[in-house]
C-alpha cells in the first residue's frame, strides 16, 4: 500500500504563492502516475496536474500558467508550486497516485489518495 501526506497549505493573500508537498511512503511502483486534485466547498473534485515516473508534466487548462507540478524522486516527494494565487483558488488540495504504464496520465482511476491540505486565498 502506498501512503500519501500532503502539507504546505495555509493563509495567503491574493497574488501570493505557496508551495505544496506530498511526501509518498510504501510500495514504489516501475511505471506510475502522480497527480494533483482540488475540491473547493459545494464543488465537485478538480484536477490540476499530473505528472508520470519520467518527469513529463500535464495541467488542466485552468492553472496552467500558474501552478507547477514536480517530484523529487530522492525524497519520494511530489510538489506542486503556486503562484498568482486567486481567492478561487481556495479548496482543499489532494495528492493522488496510480500504477499506469501509459505516457498520459490523465485525471481518471487514482488507487492512493492523502489527507488533503487546505490552501485559503484571501482577497
Known amino acids: 500500500q502506498v501512503q500519501l501526506v500532503e502539507s504546505g497549505g495555509g493563509s495567503v493573500q491574493a497574488a501570493g504563492s505557496l508551495r505544496l508537498s506530498c511526501a509518498a511512503s510504501g510500495r514504489t511502483y516501475s511505471s506510475y502516475c502522480m497527480a494533483w486534485f482540488r475540491q473547493a466547498p459545494w464543488k465537485e473534485r478538480e484536477g490540476v496536474a499530473t505528472i508520470n515516473r519520467n518527469n513529463s508534466p500535464m495541467y488542466a487548462d485552468s492553472v496552467k500558467g500558474r501552478f507547477t507540478i514536480s517530484q523529487d524522486n530522492a525524497k519520494n516527494t511530489l510538489y506542486l508550486q503556486m503562484h498568482s494565487l486567486k481567492p478561487e483558488y481556495t479548496a482543499m488540495y489532494y495528492c493522488?497516485?496510480?500504477?499506469?504504464?501509459?505516457?498520459?496520465?490523465?485525471?481518471?482511476?487514482?488507487?492512493?489518495w492523502g489527507q488533503g491540505t487546505q490552501v485559503t486565498v484571501s482577497s
Open positions: 493522488a497516485a496510480k500504477y499506469s504504464g501509459a505516457w498520459y496520465c490523465g485525471f481518471y482511476g487514482y488507487d492512493y
